[in-house]
């Protein structure tokens, strides 16, 4: 996405509502209110997502273990809506009819697997669609963000879509997790 510089400028302003004086990331009240606490959910997706891990989970048939770090992961901090549990953003982990091993392949591939990650996220949307499970952005874009905080991004999505408005694309906006989205 391409931010016009006007644009970038009426973000900066609605920022330092909250943080009179920012002048950047390293801002310590930024610090401390968006950046510290998701680096331990960050070092802990790491410890128990990571390929080799994962790989052995897999090898070795458990899949509620996978299943039970994936909810590690994502209750390790609040970007997440967690109020109830099966149309929250986790709700996906306690479908009746999950084939588990099933989806732990596609989580693995969503992560781990071949081609884009944009590539990558519409192999998985295609998956939930075809069995019918929530489909929703916070979940995969939440573990690609926790694996890879420096390349990807977590998208939620009334802020997605303001912000999609807010720069005049509003026609590239998705409600459904998709590539061409995710790219843009």
């Not at 209750?75 to 109830?84: A, C, E, F, I, T």
């Not at 989580?107 to 998985?124: C, F, K, V």
Request: net charge negative; aromatic share 14%.
């Amino acid at each position: 996405m391409i931010i016009a510089p006007s644009h970038t400028q009426e973000l900066l302003a609605l920022l330092r509502i909250y943080y009179p004086g920012w002048a950047g990331f390293d801002d310590p009240r930024f610090v401390e209110d968006e950046v510290t606490y998701k680096h331990e959910t960050v070092r802990k997706a790491q410890e128990l997502l990571n390929q080799d891990e994962f790989e052995r989970l897999i090898n070795a048939r458990e899949y509620d273990e996978i299943l039970s770090r994936l909810e590690t992961v994502g209750k390790g901090n609040n970007l997440l809506w967690l109020q109830v549990p099966r149309s929250g953003d986790l709700g996906i982990l306690y479908q009746p009819d999950l084939n588990k091993g099933e989806f732990a392949g596609v989580i693995y591939d969503l992560l781990y697997g071949q081609g884009t990650t944009p590539d990558r996220l519409d192999r998985y949307a295609a998956y939930c669609s075809e069995q019918a499970l929530p489909n929703k952005w916070t979940f995969p874009t939440y573990l690609l963000f926790m694996l890879y905080p420096d390349r990807e991004m977590f998208v939620k999505p009334t802020a997605a879509q303001w912000l999609f408005q807010f720069v005049d694309q509003k026609d590239r906006w998705a409600p459904r997790p998709n590539g061409a989205t995710y790219a843009s």
